[in-house]
């Protein structure tokens, strides 16, 4: 089975600076990992994924993460936050024993102040 | 684009009514999910399934049931519903091209459901 941990239940930059939400995870079997943003009464949508291949992994709206097998995070960075990026942000993780489903972590709302 | 609508944005059912929730996918994905987002749990799989007529449960089946007789629409019930099922619920689907894993995961704007 997998597990997914989110530090940080909310966390808050000023507009301009590094954002930096963090996601460990659990896996017995190489896991394939996934940030997912929910802005305001919608849904969720892709950030970014990682499969196989380049651990360092860029996605929409010029987020990116990095997977480190090592210390089993997959934390998600933008070196300068905007007003816009305030949203709800979800680390999951899948694996080849899982299928198609996902597991969740619990989210980090992230507030951008001016 | 991918498009994946849910019927209601928001509803409101009294405690022991049947309540039916509609899910639906344009973009002929073999995958559908449906999850229950609460305040610091994240998302949990309720139910899946991977193709017309198969469902698997997820983590928290209990008090729900789903229905998927064709391939776009995938339908979850309460069949008595009860004041811990007030919560936020969204649909999502997916395409098994990629083999499964590592697909993406397209996801309806939510249910907003209040049980009095």
């Known amino acids: 089975a997998q597990s997914v941990t989110q530090l940080g239940s909310h966390v808050s930059v000023s507009e301009g600076a590094l954002v930096l939400l963090r996601c460990n995870y659990s896996?017995?079997?190489?896991?394939?990992l996934f940030w997912y943003v929910q802005y305001p009464n919608q849904g969720l949508q892709l950030l970014l994924k990682y499969t196989t291949g380049a651990t360092l992994v860029k996605g929409i709206n010029g987020f990116e993460a990095e997977f480190k097998k090592s210390e089993t995070s997959f934390h998600l960075t933008k070196p300068s936050a905007h007003m816009s990026d305030a949203a709800e942000y979800f680390c999951a993780v899948s694996a080849e024993t899982s299928g198609s489903r996902l597991t969740f972590g619990e989210g980090t709302q992230l507030t951008v102040n001016p | 684009d991918v498009k994946v609508t849910q019927s209601s944005r928001y509803l409101v059912k009294r405690t022991g009514e049947k309540v039916f929730l509609e899910c639906v996918q344009d973009m002929d994905h073999e995958n559908m999910f449906w999850y229950r987002q609460d305040p610091g749990l994240g998302l949990r799989l309720i139910y899946f399934?991977?193709?017309?007529?198969?469902?698997e449960k997820g983590d928290i089946p209990e008090g729900y049931s789903v229905s998927r007789e064709k391939k776009e629409r995938f339908s979850l019930i309460l069949e008595s519903a009860s004041t811990n099922q007030t919560s936020m619920y969204l649909c999502?689907?997916?395409?098994?091209?990629?083999?499964?894993?590592?697909?993406?995961?397209?996801f309806g704007p939510g249910t907003r459901l209040t049980v009095l």
């Open positions: 896996s017995s079997v190489p896991p394939y």
């Open positions: 999502a689907s997916s395409s098994n091209i990629a083999g499964g894993p590592s697909d993406t995961q397209y």
């Open positions: 399934s991977y193709d017309v007529k198969m469902k």
